[in-house]
């Protein structure tokens, strides 16, 4: 009983000490909030005792204390703005190699190994700013930056000055951005017009200031500027336009130079040396303007001009090259992590001897027919049957207009596009010896039309095809889709997306007959699968690419794009045997080759504003287009015409000396398909150009292409282990210089192949 209580008392006095503790402890709360109150209120009291004493009223706090105030908050509101803008551009120079950091530069081969050309920027900071000549560097500065040397990287006054001239002559006759300010732009930005562009640039502007000395800004932009022809920095330009270093150009040429940081593509002297010679004599007026010059000084160079060296002759495939390059931008990406260097050389697929040829057959055509028809542009692409690309023309003139219309001119096919339609009847159940009826047909409010009006009952589908009958064409599509024409458009856009067209293809009643844009580059591949038994080779620019250093980094062969079966190899063999009647008895009569079996399509738009054949052998595909730029009708030119004549001298040569392959499903070559159709202007008899004899054949190039791999293999094995000798050097060097001989201009440890 006694332990009872006992518990019974310790649990009461537990629970009055926690009663205690806890008054305890509101109290302490009480009165510490109470005292803050109390501090509160007594330190507030004593600061407005304090700021009475700087109260202003009166006219003082109107002129004075109001405007400052609204500076302040303005000022931090301006603050938070240029941070919120300053954030994007500076991580622009998140990478902390962002100086040494180079762009990606090619240097490409043709497909034996000599070298035709480079493109992106290999940079040169070889000689120091103190060996430029003074009259170089007073030119740039001159006529880029004058107060270069006091602003810090806006020029404000600058600005104001160039933005009030643009007024005065309502337009922009002079920049306002400072070298630092151009010198970001080249290190970090894109060209594109844009404010948010604009607004990067003065901040890295600024940032640049700040990091780097102003001298060695100078010299950045000196050596990182784009001069035009494909150079980078004021010395390769000076190596380019007159043959000789940056160090040794006189006044008249660096006015010259200098005169290209503003439009390079206008005033080269390559291009256009009236222009770059009126644009130098601007820069000599802005040396005497700044005061860096005196008229009796620059006198001379005035009275004798600079005089570039001509380049005209060098007639690089420049189309070709621009599109080789953007496709190794995106292979880039794709490389070994391992992969670290900016500088490679590829080897390309291109034929040097087949592209000259098939750029002087679209200048001929257009040159001797061009103004008959109304036609001032023309494409082409040919390529051997497993998608390498041996020639691209992509206009008339580089140096005119770099836009390549074999890779980004959209044009419609016309009937080109009706081999799609066909291949996918033949994959629905049809056969070439189907009958199909032409008559006519309508599609909601539309109703289509054949070329020579009228409708011609019934006939085979090789028939159909052979006469490029447009109502058929609809007609396969809405039976291919039982009646509904969406299911059969949807049908072919699946075909021929997988045969290769990569541009949009819109759902519409006409695009069997070809009313979808193409390119001539996706168009050509596409007709791939034909003479590949239905299988789709990817074109492709790049054979090898190799480092600096000579290592083997990617081959086409091991690591680029597999076939694609598109069509089964029946259907494939069926369309070669029809499109072989379109060239021997139906539209694309005048691309008849002499002893050479031919299949292809042509195809005529609306208006004649396009006009295409493409066509193929058992060797190489070809396709030809002709139009002009602004979408004007031509006089009456169809896809059979000058298309198919051009095709003709094209394949005519590029087939000379070659192991001849049939077609799939059309037998061997015969001696002879009959007696070509002789094109307009040219006599019976007259022959093609002969081709050079001393071409590497395929066979040749691969088997020293498998040399060089066991010797590349047999050189690292024999790194890794240490005993790499001279013999073996001597070895080496031998072989090279063996290659040599068969193919003029391989450069050292490079071996070319097919």
């Excluded at 629970?15 to 503790?21: A, S, T, V, Y």
């Excluded at 260097?341 to 291109?350: D, G, K, M, T």
């Excluded at 034909?530 to 480092?547: C, D, Q, W, Y």
Aim: aromatic letters at 10%; glycine letters at 8%; hydrophobic letters at 40%.
């Amino acid at each position: 009983m006694s332990n009872f209580f006992q518990d019974w008392d310790n649990q009461v006095s537990w629970k009055i000490r926690l009663q205690r503790f806890l008054l305890d402890l509101d109290a302490r709360i009480d009165f510490g909030l109470y005292q803050a109150k109390t501090w509160g209120r007594e330190l507030y009291e004593r600061f407005t005792v304090l700021m009475d004493r700087f109260h202003v009223s009166g006219w003082r706090r109107w002129y004075f204390v109001e405007p400052l105030s609204e500076c302040l908050t303005l000022g931090n509101a301006g603050l938070l703005v240029m941070l919120a803008l300053a954030i994007p551009a500076f991580r622009e120079t998140a990478d902390d190699d962002w100086l040494k950091k180079s762009e990606l530069a090619v240097t490409f081969l043709d497909r034996y190994g000599n070298e035709l050309g480079s493109r992106g920027i290999r940079h040169n900071d070889a000689i120091p700013l103190d060996q430029f000549p003074d009259h170089l560097i007073k030119a740039t500065l001159a006529t880029e930056d004058r107060r270069f040397y006091e602003h810090f990287g806006i020029d404000f006054p600058g600005l104001f000055r160039a933005m009030l001239t643009n007024a005065r002559a309502g337009g922009v006759v002079q920049g306002g951005s400072s070298i630092s300010q151009q010198l970001a732009k080249n290190l970090f930005l894109s060209n594109e017009r844009t404010i948010e562009r604009k607004v990067k640039e003065a901040f890295l502007a600024l940032w640049l200031e700040v990091r780097l000395p102003k001298n060695e800004i100078l010299k950045l932009y000196l050596d990182r500027a784009y001069l035009g022809g494909g150079t980078f920095g004021v010395d390769a330009a000076a190596q380019y336009y007159f043959n000789k270093s940056a160090r040794d150009v006189n006044l008249a040429e660096a006015a010259m130079l200098a005169g290209l940081f503003k439009a390079p593509s206008r005033f080269a002297p390559h291009i256009n040396l009236p222009a770059a010679r009126a644009r130098a004599n601007v820069v000599l007026d802005n040396l005497v303007e700044a005061g860096f010059m005196t008229e009796g000084q620059v006198f001379g160079a005035r009275r004798n001009p600079a005089m570039a060296v001509d380049r005209r002759d060098e007639r690089a495939p420049n189309y070709y090259l621009d599109w080789a390059f953007d496709e190794m931008k995106k292979l880039v990406d794709t490389l070994p992590k391992s992969v670290h260097e900016r500088v490679f050389v590829v080897r390309l697929a291109l034929d040097v001897d087949l592209q000259k040829h098939a750029e002087k057959a679209v200048e001929d055509s257009l040159r001797q027919y061009g103004h008959e028809y109304k036609a001032k542009q023309g494409a082409a692409v040919l390529m051997d049957i497993d998608g390498a690309v041996r020639a691209m023309v992509g206009g008339r003139d580089y140096s005119e207009s770099q836009f390549n219309r074999a890779t980004d001119a959209m044009r419609q096919p016309g009937s080109s596009f009706k081999p799609y339609v066909y291949a996918t009847a033949l994959m629905n159940g049809y056969k070439p010896t189907s009958i199909v009826v032409d008559s006519p047909v309508c599609i909601g409010n539309w109703c289509p039309k054949n070329y020579g009006g009228g409708f011609a009952g019934s006939m085979t589908m090789t028939e159909a095809l052979k006469r490029s009958i447009n109502v058929v064409a609809v007609k396969l599509s809405i039976a291919i889709g039982h009646g509904n024409p969406k299911i059969g458009r949807a049908k072919i856009r699946e075909v021929a997306r997988k045969a290769g067209l990569r541009t949009p293809l819109p759902d519409t009643p006409s695009m069997p007959i070809g009313a979808d844009e193409v390119t001539v580059l996706d168009h050509t591949g596409a007709y791939s699968i034909f003479p590949n038994l239905g299988k789709a080779m990817t074109p492709h620019a790049i054979l090898e690419v190799r480092s600096g250093a000579g290592e083997l980094i990617w081959r086409w062969d091991r690591d680029g794009k597999k076939p694609v079966q598109v069509l089964t190899p029946q259907v494939a063999t069926d369309m070669n045997m029809m499109m072989s009647k379109v060239v021997e008895e139906g539209t694309a009569r005048r691309a008849i080759l002499d002893g050479i079996k031919a299949a292809g399509k042509t195809g005529t738009t609306n208006a004649y504003r396009d006009a295409w054949f493409v066509g193929f052998t058992g060797n190489m595909i070809c396709g030809i287009w002709f139009g002009n730029d602004d979408y004007t009708t031509m006089h009456q030119m169809t896809g059979g015409s000058l298309p198919a004549m051009t095709w003709h001298e094209i394949m005519a040569y590029a087939h000379q000396g070659i192991e001849l392959k049939p077609i799939p499903g059309l037998g061997p070559q015969a001696p002879s398909v009959g007696r070509p159709v002789v094109a307009e202007g040219k006599k019976d008899g007259d022959t093609p150009p002969s081709r050079p004899t001393s071409v590497l054949t395929k066979r040749g190039a691969d088997a020293l292409v498998r040399v060089e791999r066991l010797m590349d293999d047999a050189t690292r094995a024999l790194a890794v282990r240490g005993e790499m000798t001279k013999a073996s050097d001597d070895t080496r060097a031998q072989a090279q210089g063996s290659f040599a001989s068969v193919s003029d201009q391989s450069p050292p440890n490079r071996t070319p192949g097919d």
